[in-house]
C-alpha cells in the first residue's frame, strides 16, 4: 500500500514536472517568437530613420478632385480619414520619407480638356503641399528628398500620370516639367498618338512611334523619368531601346506571379540592370493575385521575383494607395510601410538592402537620370511636332 502511494505519489510529482518544464518551454518559444519579431521591427525602424521611403505612386490628388472639386480650404489632411488610405497621421506613422503624387486624368479628357485638368491636379498637389508646409516640402531632386528627409518633413514630388497630359506637343511636355513634373508615365489606359497601352486589346502603334521615341529623348534632356507603368510590352522594349536615363515603372509589379498586362514581364525585368531603372511594386491585390484577395505577404513575393530578375538595386515601392479600391491584408493604408520591410528582413534581406528597396534604388537612379539631363545643356530641345486628328481644337497655322 504503501510502496503503491509513494509510486502514485512519485508518478503524481514527474507529471507536474513535465507540465511545468512544457510551459516553461512554451513560454520561452514564445518570448523568443516574440522578441524576434520586436528585433525586426526595431530594425525596420532604424532603416526608415537612416533612408528615406520613397512611395513611387499615390492618388490622394484625384481623391481631392473627386471628393472636394479640389477645394482645398474644405480638405483636412491634419487627422485621420477613413475614407482614404492617405492622411498625415498614417504618412508619418509609415514613416514615409518621400511621395511621388500623382497627377492623374481620365483618358476621356484626351484630345478634349486634358492638358486644363493635369494642369488643375499639379495646381491642387501644390497647394496641398503649402497648405501642409509644416509637414510636406515640395522638391524636384534627389538632393531635395535627402535634405527633406533630414529635416523631418515629407519630400513631396509630382508625376503626371498619362502622356495625354502633353497632349502630343513637346512644348506642353516641358511646361509640364517647368511646373514640377519629375516623371510622366507614357500612357494611361488608352493609346495616346505615339504610344502603346497595355490597356486595350488591339496595339495602335506597334510600342513607340518616331514621335514616341522623340518624346523620350526631351524626357532624357529634361531631367525628367520616363515611367513605363500602363504601357504595353512592346512599348517597354522600344523605351528601352531609346532611352538614355533609367526609367521607372512607378507602380508595377511581376507578371510571372500575376499574369495582368499591367505587370512586368521576365524579359523586361532582365533589361533593367543594363538600362539602370527601377521597378516599384504595385499594392493592387488585381495585380498581385489576379483576384480580389491577397496579403502582405504577396506583396513581398512580388520584390522577391523582381530582386531575383533584375537584382537588389532594380526593386522599389510604389503602392498606388488612393488609387484603388483594393488593398492586402497587412498593408491597409499609408501607415503599415514598416510591417512591409519588417517582412522583408524576416525573410532574410540584410539591412543594406531593405534599405535600397525602400528609397536608395529610386535616388540613385534618379541621380544617374539628373546626371544624363545635366550632360545634355547644349543640346538644343527637340522640337518637331505631329498632327492629331482626332481633336476638337481649332487649328492654328494650316498645322
Given at each position: 500500500m504503501m510502496h503503491k502511494d509513494f509510486y502514485f505519489l512519485g508518478s503524481f ?351 540613385a537612379a534618379m541621380e544617374r537620370m539628373e546626371k544624363v539631363a545635366a550632360d ?24
Amino acid at each position: 500500500m504503501m510502496h503503491k502511494d509513494f509510486y502514485f505519489l512519485g508518478s503524481f510529482c514527474g507529471f507536474i514536472c513535465v507540465v511545468i518544464c512544457v510551459d516553461h518551454s512554451s513560454s520561452h518559444s514564445l518570448l523568443r517568437v516574440t522578441r524576434q519579431a520586436s528585433d525586426y521591427d526595431k530594425r525596420a525602424e532604424t532603416i526608415l530613420k537612416e533612408t528615406p521611403l520613397v512611395d513611387g505612386h499615390n492618388d490622394l490628388p484625384w481623391q481631392l478632385r473627386k471628393n472636394y472639386m479640389n477645394q482645398m480650404q474644405n480638405v483636412t489632411l491634419s487627422e485621420s480619414n477613413p475614407d482614404f488610405h492617405t492622411d498625415i497621421p498614417r504618412l508619418k506613422k509609415g514613416r514615409v520619407g518621400a511621395q511621388f503624387w500623382a497627377a492623374y486624368v481620365s483618358c476621356r479628357n484626351q484630345f478634349t480638356d486634358s492638358v486644363r485638368l493635369f494642369a488643375e491636379q499639379i495646381d491642387v498637389i501644390l497647394r496641398m503641399v503649402e497648405k501642409y508646409s509644416k509637414d510636406f516640402v515640395f522638391v524636384t531632386t534627389a538632393q531635395g528628398i535627402k535634405d527633406a528627409h533630414k529635416a523631418n518633413k515629407i519630400a513631396s514630388l509630382i508625376g503626371v500620370e498619362g502622356g495625354h497630359a502633353m497632349d502630343s506637343s513637346l512644348d506642353t511636355l516641358r511646361m509640364l516639367y517647368d511646373m514640377g513634373g519629375r516623371y510622366m508615365t507614357l500612357t494611361h489606359g488608352c493609346h495616346t498618338p505615339w504610344a502603346d497601352s497595355c490597356t486595350p486589346k488591339q496595339p495602335a502603334h506597334n510600342g513607340l512611334t518616331e514621335f514616341g521615341k522623340m518624346v523620350v529623348k526631351e524626357m532624357n534632356r529634361l531631367g525628367m523619368f520616363v515611367d513605363i507603368s500602363h504601357v504595353s510590352a512592346k512599348t517597354m522594349h522600344d523605351v528601352l531601346n531609346v532611352s538614355k536615363a533609367p526609367v521607372i515603372f512607378s507602380h508595377s509589379s511581376a507578371y510571372a506571379l500575376c499574369k495582368h498586362p499591367r505587370n512586368v514581364p521576365d524579359d523586361v525585368l532582365k533589361r533593367m540592370p543594363q538600362n539602370g531603372g527601377v521597378v516599384m511594386v504595385n499594392f493592387y491585390n488585381d495585380y498581385l493575385t489576379c483576384s480580389k484577395k491577397a496579403s502582405l505577404e504577396d506583396v513581398a513575393d512580388h520584390i522577391d521575383h523582381i530582386k531575383n530578375i533584375s537584382g537588389i538595386d532594380h526593386v522599389g515601392l510604389g503602392s498606388d494607395y488612393d488609387g484603388v479600391p483594393r488593398v492586402p491584408e497587412g498593408l491597409e493604408d499609408v501607415s503599415t510601410f514598416p510591417k512591409l520591410i519588417a517582412e522583408l528582413l524576416k525573410r532574410g534581406y540584410s539591412d543594406e538592402d531593405v534599405s535600397k528597396v525602400v528609397g536608395k534604388n529610386l535616388l540613385a537612379a534618379m541621380e544617374r537620370m539628373e546626371k544624363v539631363a545635366a550632360d545634355q545643356t547644349q543640346v538644343q530641345p527637340f522640337d518637331d511636332f505631329i498632327i492629331v486628328n482626332k481633336t476638337c481644337r481649332l487649328v492654328y497655322g494650316g498645322l
